[in-house]
């Protein structure tokens, strides 16, 4: 049996992603499709952690530009990653995947503080990690917060589970003729703007040479895919286990 080619990884979803061809809330039928996602990379041995959006509930830039103050907004939107971590634990739990949940602000009558080093052993006893609330303060995105536990858990590689089959020159929604681009580095998503995560994110990527894969989170089966090692939608920064 081929072995997959990472051993721990940080699989990021977009809130968004989670509520389906509904423009808010949660498409359980996604959920169950995430969940089998992850259940099939978990049965490999693989160790998964995961960071969720909270854009299908609120996102905190749109309500700073409401006059909202951004802090409290900020603050909003970590909550709102709470409800999905705990909405995807469960999809994850109904198919027998032992998984926790940490937060980053405390809560722990639904959730465990996130505690490194407790996150690590979680991951070594094969459980699946959910990250929730962000890096637990304002002015950071939830890809920030991908970034930054891959660092602190030492994953191989962050998975940008996203709408899209891959990163494009444009946006191929609006821009029939987008090319698709299969391999990036770090400086090219800084420079040009390319949408793959954001600027301190990609920074944190690139300081700590975590490699970055993104690919569609429709087509089923890509996520077990990239930890097999398959080519699939775009890479950005040099793959540590190709040298």
Same mark, same amino acid.
Request: charged share 25%; glycine share 10%; proline share 2%.
């Given at each position: 049996?081929?072995?997959?080619?990472?051993?721990?990884?940080?699989? %990021?979803?977009?809130?968004?992603?989670?509520?389906?061809?509904? /423009?808010? #809330?949660?498409?359980?039928?996604?959920?169950? %499709?995430?969940?089998?996602?992850?259940?099939?990379?978990?049965? %490999?041995?693989?160790?998964?952690? &995961?960071?969720?959006?909270?854009? *299908?509930?609120?996102? #905190?830039?749109?309500?700073?530009?409401?006059?909202?103050?951004?802090?409290?907004?900020?603050?909003?939107?970590?909550?709102?990653?709470?409800?999905?971590? $705990?909405?995807?634990?469960?999809?994850?739990?109904?198919?027998?995947?032992?998984?926790?949940?940490?937060?980053?602000?405390? +809560?722990? /009558?639904?959730?465990?503080?996130?505690?490194?080093?407790?996150?690590?052993?979680? $991951?070594?006893?094969?459980?699946?990690? &959910?990250?929730?609330?962000?890096? #637990? *303060?304002?002015?950071?995105?939830?890809?920030?917060?991908?970034?930054?536990?891959?660092?602190?858990?030492?994953? /191989?590689?962050?998975?940008?589970?996203?709408?899209?089959?891959?990163?494009?020159? !444009?946006?191929?929604?609006?821009?029939?003729?987008?090319?698709?681009?299969?391999?990036?580095?770090?400086?090219?998503?800084?420079?040009?703007? $390319?949408?793959?995560?954001? !600027?301190?994110?990609?920074?944190?990527? +690139?300081? *700590?040479?975590?490699?970055?894969?993104?690919?569609?989170?429709?087509? %089923?089966?890509?996520?077990?895919?990239?930890?097999?090692?398959?080519? &699939?939608?775009?890479?950005?920064?040099?793959?540590?286990?190709?040298?």
């Amino acid at each position: 049996m081929e072995a997959p080619k990472y051993r721990r990884v940080i699989l %990021k979803l977009s809130g968004e992603a989670l509520a389906g061809d509904n /423009e808010y #809330g949660i498409d359980h039928a996604i959920l169950q %499709k995430i969940a089998l996602e992850v259940k099939e990379v978990y049965e %490999k041995g693989v160790q998964v952690a &995961i960071v969720v959006g909270g854009g *299908n509930i609120w996102r #905190g830039v749109a309500g700073s530009t409401k006059g909202m103050d951004r802090a409290t907004a900020d603050y909003m939107g970590m909550l709102a990653t709470v409800i999905n971590s $705990l909405a995807l634990q469960d999809a994850l739990e109904n198919e027998n995947v032992d998984t926790r949940v940490q937060t980053a602000i405390e +809560m722990r /009558e639904v959730a465990e503080p996130y505690i490194r080093r407790r996150a690590i052993r979680h $991951l070594e006893k094969g459980r699946v990690v &959910i990250f929730a609330g962000g890096t #637990g *303060n304002p002015y950071f995105t939830t890809d920030t917060t991908a970034a930054l536990r891959a660092a602190e858990i030492e994953a /191989e590689v962050i998975l940008m589970a996203k709408n899209v089959d891959a990163v494009y020159d !444009s946006d191929p929604k609006t821009n029939p003729t987008a090319q698709k681009l299969t391999e990036l580095q770090y400086m090219d998503v800084l420079k040009n703007g $390319l949408g793959v995560m954001d !600027s301190t994110a990609a920074s944190l990527c +690139m300081d *700590n040479k975590i490699p970055i894969i993104v690919f569609g989170l429709t087509d %089923k089966g890509n996520v077990l895919k990239a930890v097999m090692g398959e080519r &699939i939608g775009t890479v950005v920064g040099r793959d540590n286990n190709n040298g």
